[in-house]
């Protein structure tokens, strides 16, 4: 299936595998659609140290390339406290947890339609 033929949702759906290939917790995808209109989804993630913000990020970026879709914008990496990956389609937000309660992106968009996934 080639980029075209993928919604936007389906190409979600490899992140949020990803992610839960590397146990992030909280997962969530915020549909951006009729919000914010730069983008269709935020996939929002925690993890409970640098390091495995760093290896939830890493998976993504590897699941998405494996799929054809590369990473159009990294920030935060060197840091691992807040990681966003930008693929056009949806933006990536992997967290450490006091970070993440401390910018709450989920209260901040709070009219995004929302979906938890659970490991």
């Known amino acids: 299936m080639t980029e075209v033929e993928k919604t936007s949702r389906e190409i979600l759906e490899i ?6 290939d590397k146990k992030a917790q909280n997962i969530l995808a915020m549909d951006m659609q009729k919000i914010f209109p730069v983008t269709d ?4 993630a925690s993890g409970t140290s640098t390091i495995q913000v760093q290896a939830v990020a890493d998976s ?3 699941k998405m390339e494996a799929a054809g879709f590369k990473c159009l914008h990294k920030e935060g990496y060197r840091e691992g406290r807040w990681i966003l990956l930008d693929y056009g389609y949806f933006v990536a937000h992997v967290f450490v947890d006091e970070e993440r309660q401390f910018y709450n992106l989920e209260q901040l968009w709070s009219s995004a339609p929302t979906q938890h996934y659970e490991n």
Do not use: D, H, Q
């Open 41 to 44: 989804y935020f996939l929002i």
């Open 15 to 20: 992140a949020i595998a990803a992610a839960n």
């Open 60 to 62: 993504i970026e590897e």
